[in-house]
Nanobody, 115 residues
Framework: QVQLVESGGGLVQAGGSLSISCAAS????????MAWYRQAPGKQREMVAT???????NYADSVKGRFTISTNNAKNTVYLQMNSLKPEDTAVYYC?????????WGQGTRVTVSS
């Protein structure tokens, strides 16, 4: 089992920056990728950014150049640095981890960007 706990969400003005993090615990040695997803009110959950255990990253077109995903050296925490935030970035952000054939989710952290 893998447990994921997000933190760092909050309210920020448009154009501002915010960093959120996700701490993984449990059977993390076999995690091969971690990711951030988000779900805005009335919309489907969408991928924001992913990072593999080898450090390869991928971003949604809507956040490229503004968001950066990274992990710590122990690879048990994943971060999402969000710059130049827009009101349309408002959503609940979920941490995701893939281990073998299983997928794990955190409880989410809310990010609100005011205009």
């Amino acid at each position: 089992q893998v447990q994921l706990v997000e933190s760092g969400g909050g309210l920020v003005q448009a154009g501002g920056s915010l960093s959120i993090s996700c701490a993984a615990s449990g059977s993390i040695s076999s995690i091969h990728s971690m990711a951030w997803y988000r779900q805005a009110p009335g919309k489907q959950r969408e991928m924001v950014a992913t990072i593999t255990s080898g450090g390869i990253t991928n971003y949604a077109d809507s956040v490229k150049g503004r968001f950066t995903i990274s992990t710590n050296n122990a690879k048990n925490t994943v971060y999402l640095q969000m710059n130049s935030l827009k009101p349309e970035d408002t959503a609940v952000y979920y941490c995701n981890a893939r281990r073998q054939i299983l997928t794990y989710w955190g409880q989410g952290t809310r990010v609100t960007v005011s205009s």
